[in-house]
């Protein structure tokens, strides 16, 4: 039982540069959800999906995008990306009780 | 809309002294108030909650109230070990689960030995 996993742990891109983040779960939970952490803001959300096929926007999700076809994944994509996305990337799953994250992607956008 | 204001850090103590880390909020509802602890390098863990009013999370020696009065949920230990140095964020979700969780930004502690 692996929980909530994200590739890569580490990414340098440069502007304009796309690429995705994997996100996936193993718990069959419904919500899932994309934060960003950056110093003094804790954490933010980017978007969320309550069950495969239904995704929406959170807080901050100008630059990304979202699909949910399976329980499973979320991939989180950025298309074209910018210096202010240089952050770390958390994924969540929320269970009857709790939250549960992944360890992060560390992205530095040059 | 919804907020989390917790104290700014870094906190700095030494070990078995007594901590207290505050937390209060804005919210139009009745949300659901969370602690959550983050260890280096890694991604959040559930420290504790609380659902209602007046309930009392607690976990590893930590506690907090959720009080409605004061919109506070201050987070307490009272003797403090090396192994406790973490961020802690106080955040809030309008369900108990803690999906479209609003974060804190964060207060880090360090414990010296």
């Known amino acids: 039982n692996a929980g909530v996993t994200q590739t890569p742990k580490f990414q340098v891109l440069k502007t304009g540069q796309s690429m995705t983040l994997q996100c996936a779960q193993d718990?069959?939970?419904?919500?899932m959800s994309w934060y960003r952490q950056d110093p003094g803001m804790g954490l933010r959300l980017i978007h969320y999906?309550?069950?495969?096929?239904?995704?929406d926007q959170g807080e901050v999700p100008n630059g990304y995008n979202v699909s949910r076809s399976t329980t499973e994944d979320f991939p989180l994509r950025l298309l074209s990306a910018a210096p202010s996305q240089t952050s770390v990337y958390f994924c969540?799953?929320?269970?009857?009780?709790?939250?549960?994250f992944g360890p992060g992607t560390r992205l530095t956008v040059l | 809309g919804d907020s989390v204001t917790q104290m700014e850090g870094p906190v700095t103590l030494s070990e078995e002294a007594f901590l207290t880390i505050n937390c209060t909020y804005t919210?139009?509802?009745?949300?659901?108030l969370f602690w959550y602890v983050q260890y280096p390098g890694e991604g959040l863990q559930l420290l504790l909650k609380?659902?209602?009013?007046?309930d009392k999370g607690s976990n590893k020696g930590f506690e907090a109230t959720y009080r409605k009065e004061t919109t506070s949920f201050h987070l307490e230990k009272g003797s403090v070990q090396v192994s406790d140095s973490a961020v802690y964020f106080c955040?809030?979700?309008?369900?108990?689960?803690?999906?479209?969780?609003?974060f804190g930004a964060g207060t880090r502690l360090f414990v010296k030995a």
């Open positions: 955040a809030l979700s309008d369900q108990s689960g803690g999906f479209k969780t609003i």
């Open positions: 999906s309550v069950g495969a096929g239904i995704t």
């Open positions: 919210a139009t509802g009745y949300p659901s």
């Open positions: 609380a659902t209602k009013a007046d």
């Open positions: 969540a799953t929320t269970g009857t009780d709790t939250q549960y």
């Open positions: 718990m069959n939970h419904e919500y």
